[in-house]
């Protein structure tokens, strides 16, 4: 039987040993900081080198984030006019402000326009800065207008309006109108505005977040939404290329509306009728003919297929017909003012050494901090497993010390109570099997007794001896029964069979059951009365369970009161407290004018095989077990018991249950 302890020593000073340091948690913190910090300095001039880069591209004029303003004022310049002639004057004030050289050719790098004049003036750089294109944008440096009238799929600047451009007196009489409704709106208690747009058509802007609290109003902006009849004439032109197009590809023809959009127009209010919306026609010229209005087209399936045609044929059509009214492409330099171009960004030999002498100190400052900060945290976990190996090995648990508040602090802090917690287990462990054998020993011992005395004839079987073995053989069964219980409570298997309980009518049980007893004993055992008496159906316990710990109480109580006492049962509804937490709630008490139970002692009398008579004698106690049963049975109803007692004037146990909860409703 020994071969299986010398065979563990080795295990055990092998545990004790030292881990590896790349098992140990210190390697691994080492590790990892030392990869922090690897790629902190990565990062840190991986940042460096794209922002200096980017600052140097941007001064280049290989990226013009910076000089958006020049290139959105030349291409609103492109949009606006059918050719470059005259943009000489813009470049040069482009220049000025900005202090740079401008510089604008065609395609085939023929000059433009140039505000470096003269002979001198140095050659542009082999690569253009941008294309200055209004019929494809680039849209990153573009500023794209709030009037936009591009589609989806197309990169068409929103200012080449071309045909759809109004003429002044359409433009004047729109804008009348549009005045009159902002009116009307601004009588209706809705704040807008006129926003005229690059083809000249005002609209009305409703200020705020929610537009369409004009559509329930009975300021009609239908009329704003009417085309004229040079806007209906390049709309009808327009379709007419977007159909070449869909034709060309087997497809059907489509009606575009005024927003350039296809299908059905989108919903608007009735004027006049808040809430519901209707589909708004496109509508006709008002000064166009009847036989001039446009045939209708039949709407092709709404298919994403199909609308990505479309606004591709749309795409292709309009830069047709705008083909004509802005200028061609032309090739924009943006440079300093002397023509010299910055070098790139390239790190010589003594940048690469500052950098790789920085990454070395924060590295190794990462990895002193690492070693320190990993030191102290692996030296209390060192202690910690000490200690739990002290206990696994059964020897005597010694507390760690807690060296701070922290994390570790605080594992070590639990680390004591639990070895504090496992040390007390222990003795009630070592306790509770000395009480057991000395419980179950005294009735065995008197059995055995009799019985031998019976069998060596100094003792007759006569009734009194049966009843005295019955006695004995009860009072172990007892025993028995309630330590069962205590292990069907503490496994969590004590079977409830909960129903509505009459809380007075159990009570009137219990005395009736002990009523002989206290008789005998000269204690007078009652049960009072009280104004807030639980409703019948207040309480939903185990009748059986709840009769057993409420015995266990009285019986407690009458044998601890003098002749001439009382034992009082009482059971009452908690009124709720002032948060309302208390309400709800049944309470039972039973009450006696015995000896109490001194102060010290108080907080015990629920652990088992506690009594107050250290000399556990049957004529002064029980088995120890009642009170802790008491608890078990209460806690697996869900509620709580308590006692208070004043020595030499008696003791009062109230448990605490919680009521029935009301039915549902449906």
């Given at each position: 039987?020994?071969?299986?302890?010398?065979?563990?020593l080795?295990?055990?000073?092998?545990?004790?040993?030292?881990?590896?340091?790349?098992?140990?948690?210190?390697?691994?913190?080492?590790?990892?900081?030392?990869?922090?910090?690897?790629c902190?300095?990565?990062?840190?001039?991986?940042?460096?080198?794209?922002?200096?880069?980017?600052?140097?591209?941007?001064?280049?004029?290989?990226?013009?984030?910076?000089?958006a303003?020049?290139?959105?004022?030349l291409?609103?310049?492109?949009a606006?006019n059918?050719t470059?002639?005259?943009?000489g004057?813009?470049?040069r004030?482009?220049?000025?402000?900005s202090?740079?050289?401008v510089?604008l050719?065609?395609q085939g790098?023929?000059p433009?326009?140039?505000s470096?004049?003269?002979?001198?003036?140095?050659p542009?750089?082999?690569q253009?800065?941008?294309?200055?294109?209004?019929l494809?944008?680039?849209?990153?440096?573009?500023?794209?207008?709030?009037?936009?009238?591009?589609t989806?799929?197309?990169?068409?600047?929103?200012?080449?309006v071309?045909p759809?451009?109004l003429?002044?007196?359409?433009?004047?009489a729109?804008?009348?109108?549009?005045?009159?409704?902002?009116?009307?709106l601004?009588?209706?208690?809705?704040?807008?505005?006129?926003?005229?747009?690059?083809?000249?058509?005002?609209?009305?802007?409703?200020?705020?977040?929610?537009?369409?609290?004009?559509?329930?109003?009975r300021?009609?902006?239908?009329?704003?939404?009417?085309?004229?009849?040079?806007?209906?004439?390049?709309?009808?032109a327009l379709?007419?290329l977007s159909?070449?197009?869909?034709?060309?590809?087997?497809?059907?023809?489509v009606?575009?509306?005024?927003?350039?959009?296809?299908?059905?127009?989108?919903?608007?209010?009735?004027?006049?009728?808040?809430?519901?919306?209707?589909?708004?026609?496109v509508?006709?010229?008002?000064?166009?003919?009847?036989?001039?209005a446009?045939?209708?087209?039949?709407?092709?399936?709404r298919?994403?297929?199909?609308?990505?045609?479309?606004?591709?044929?749309v795409?292709?059509?309009?830069?047709?017909q705008?083909?004509?009214?802005?200028?061609?492409?032309?090739l924009l330099?943006?440079?300093?003012?002397?023509g010299?171009?910055?070098?790139?960004?390239?790190?010589?030999?003594?940048n690469?050494?500052?950098?790789?002498?920085?990454?070395?100190?924060?590295?190794?400052?990462?990895?002193?901090a690492?070693?320190?900060?990993?030191?102290?945290?692996?030296?209390?976990l060192?202690a910690l497993?000490?200690?739990?190996?002290?206990?696994r090995?059964?020897?005597?648990?010694?507390?760690?010390?807690?060296?701070?508040d922290?994390?570790?602090?605080?594992?070590?802090?639990?680390f004591n109570?639990?070895?504090?917690?496992?040390?007390?287990?222990?003795?009630?462990?070592?306790?509770?099997?000395?009480?057991?054998a000395?419980?179950?020993?005294?009735p065995?011992s008197?059995?055995?007794?009799?019985?031998?005395?019976a069998?060596d004839?100094?003792a007759?079987?006569?009734?009194?001896?049966?009843?005295?073995?019955?006695?004995?053989?009860?009072?172990?069964?007892?025993?028995?029964?309630?330590?069962?219980d205590?292990a069907?409570?503490?496994?969590?298997?004590?079977?409830?069979?909960?129903?509505p309980?009459?809380?007075r009518?159990?009570?009137?049980?219990?005395?009736?059951a002990?009523?002989?007893?206290?008789?005998n004993?000269g204690v007078?055992?009652t049960?009072?009365?009280?104004?807030?008496?639980?409703?019948?159906s207040?309480?939903?316990?185990?009748?059986?369970?709840?009769?057993?710990?409420?015995?266990?109480?009285?019986?407690?109580?009458?044998?601890?009161?003098?002749?001439?006492?009382r034992v009082?049962?009482?059971?009452?509804?908690?009124e709720?407290?002032?948060?309302g937490?208390?309400?709800?709630?049944?309470?039972?008490?039973?009450?006696?004018t015995?000896?109490?139970?001194?102060?010290?002692?108080?907080?015990h009398v629920?652990?088992?095989?506690?009594?107050?008579?250290?000399?556990?004698?049957?004529?002064?106690?029980?088995?120890?077990l009642?009170l802790?049963?008491?608890?078990?049975?209460?806690e697996?109803h869900g509620?709580?018991?308590?006692?208070?007692s004043?020595?030499g004037e008696?003791?009062?146990f109230?448990?605490?249950?919680?009521?029935?909860?009301?039915?549902?409703?449906?």
């Amino acid at each position: 039987m020994r071969r299986p302890d010398r065979a563990r020593l080795p295990l055990r000073r092998q545990d004790r040993a030292r881990l590896p340091l790349r098992r140990s948690l210190l390697g691994r913190l080492l590790a990892v900081s030392a990869l922090v910090a690897a790629c902190s300095v990565a990062a840190t001039a991986w940042i460096a080198v794209q922002t200096t880069s980017g600052a140097i591209k941007q001064e280049q004029g290989q990226n013009l984030t910076a000089d958006a303003r020049i290139y959105d004022t030349l291409l609103e310049y492109a949009a606006r006019n059918p050719t470059w002639d005259g943009v000489g004057a813009t470049v040069r004030e482009l220049a000025r402000e900005s202090g740079r050289r401008v510089a604008l050719t065609t395609q085939g790098r023929q000059p433009l326009a140039d505000s470096a004049t003269g002979e001198s003036a140095p050659p542009l750089p082999p690569q253009a800065s941008a294309v200055v294109d209004p019929l494809s944008v680039d849209t990153v440096l573009a500023a794209r207008g709030a009037d936009g009238q591009g589609t989806a799929a197309d990169r068409i600047d929103p200012r080449a309006v071309g045909p759809f451009r109004l003429s002044a007196a359409d433009s004047r009489a729109l804008r009348r109108t549009a005045d009159d409704k902002v009116e009307c709106l601004n009588r209706a208690g809705i704040a807008s505005d006129v926003v005229v747009g690059a083809s000249g058509r005002p609209r009305v802007q409703v200020v705020g977040n929610d537009p369409e609290r004009a559509l329930g109003t009975r300021c009609d902006l239908a009329a704003l939404d009417t085309p004229t009849r040079s806007e209906q004439k390049a709309l009808d032109a327009l379709t007419r290329l977007s159909d070449a197009c869909l034709e060309r590809q087997g497809r059907e023809g489509v009606r575009l509306n005024n927003d350039l959009s296809w299908g059905d127009p989108g919903p608007v209010a009735v004027p006049g009728e808040p809430g519901p919306l209707a589909p708004r026609p496109v509508p006709a010229p008002s000064d166009a003919p009847a036989e001039e209005a446009a045939p209708s087209v039949e709407t092709p399936e709404r298919t994403g297929e199909n609308d990505r045609a479309i606004a591709s044929c749309v795409g292709t059509a309009r830069s047709e017909q705008l083909s004509s009214y802005v200028a061609s492409p032309a090739l924009l330099f943006i440079g300093d003012e002397g023509g010299a171009t910055l070098p790139g960004f390239d790190l010589s030999p003594a940048n690469t050494a500052k950098i790789a002498g920085a990454a070395a100190l924060v590295l190794a400052l990462t990895v002193g901090a690492s070693v320190f900060a990993g030191a102290r945290l692996v030296r209390p976990l060192h202690a910690l497993t000490g200690a739990a190996q002290r206990m696994r090995d059964g020897k005597e648990p010694a507390s760690v010390p807690v060296l701070g508040d922290d994390e570790v602090g605080r594992l070590a802090a639990a680390f004591n109570d639990m070895s504090a917690h496992r040390a007390r287990l222990e003795e009630q462990r070592k306790a509770m099997v000395s009480d057991v054998a000395h419980e179950l020993r005294t009735p065995l011992s008197n059995i055995r007794g009799w019985l031998e005395a019976a069998q060596d004839g100094l003792a007759d079987p006569d009734p009194a001896f049966v009843a005295s073995l019955l006695e004995e053989a009860v009072l172990l069964q007892h025993i028995i029964d309630d330590l069962q219980d205590l292990a069907a409570a503490d496994a969590g298997v004590l079977r409830l069979h909960p129903e509505p309980v009459e809380v007075r009518e159990l009570l009137s049980q219990v005395a009736a059951a002990h009523q002989a007893r206290a008789e005998n004993a000269g204690v007078t055992l009652t049960v009072a009365a009280t104004t807030t008496a639980p409703d019948p159906s207040a309480l939903s316990a185990d009748p059986v369970r709840l009769r057993q710990a409420v015995g266990n109480l009285v019986s407690n109580a009458v044998r601890h009161t003098p002749e001439g006492g009382r034992v009082t049962l009482r059971a009452y509804a908690s009124e709720p407290d002032a948060s309302g937490r208390s309400g709800g709630t049944v309470v039972i008490e039973v009450t006696d004018t015995g000896s109490g139970i001194p102060a010290d002692d108080l907080p015990h009398v629920f652990d088992r095989f506690w009594r107050a008579e250290k000399s556990r004698s049957r004529r002064t106690g029980g088995s120890g077990l009642g009170l802790a049963i008491v608890r078990k049975l209460i806690e697996a109803h869900g509620g709580t018991v308590e006692a208070t007692s004043t020595e030499g004037e008696g003791s009062t146990f109230a448990l605490r249950l919680p009521g029935a909860r009301p039915p549902s409703g449906p």
